[in-house]
């Protein structure tokens, strides 16, 4: 199991910009699909962004493709999601997670593939 720990939330602007990191116990190298999910108050959890360790494919959630990038740093065991022209409707509990599954791209967006998630971070948009 992979303890993962999120940080870089906080209160930003419309329009401003926020990089979250994930922070992996393992080697980020041995998690095959690394992955951002979102929670706003109400909702069902869902898909954001994720990295396919394979070639580094990557899928990001049409409300967010163009304004996010998920990158992952195996030096650091670390990954990243840089966050630009954030609107309202972006704020929610982000969480971070992880899968040694061997997912296709179509499948990477689906919550149930991944096994370890962290504890989320708080994102507000808000002026």
């Known amino acids: 199991q992979v303890h993962l720990v999120e940080s870089g939330g906080g209160l930003v602007q419309p329009g401003g910009s926020l990089r979250l990191s994930c922070a992996a116990s393992?080697?980020?190298?041995?998690?095959?699909?690394t992955g951002w999910f979102r929670q706003a108050p109400g909702k069902e959890r869902e898909f954001v962004a994720a990295y396919r360790r394979n070639g580094g494919a990557t899928s990001y959630a049409d409300s967010v493709k163009g304004r996010c990038t998920i990158t992952r740093d195996n030096t650091k065991n670390t990954v990243y999601l840089q966050m630009n022209s954030l609107k309202p409707e972006d704020t929610a509990v982000y969480y971070c997670a992880a899968t040694a599954r061997r997912l296709i791209i179509t499948t990477m967006q689906r919550l149930g593939e991944y096994e370890d998630w962290g504890q989320g971070t708080q994102v507000t948009v808000a002026s």
């Open positions: 393992d080697r980020t190298s041995s998690m095959y699909v």
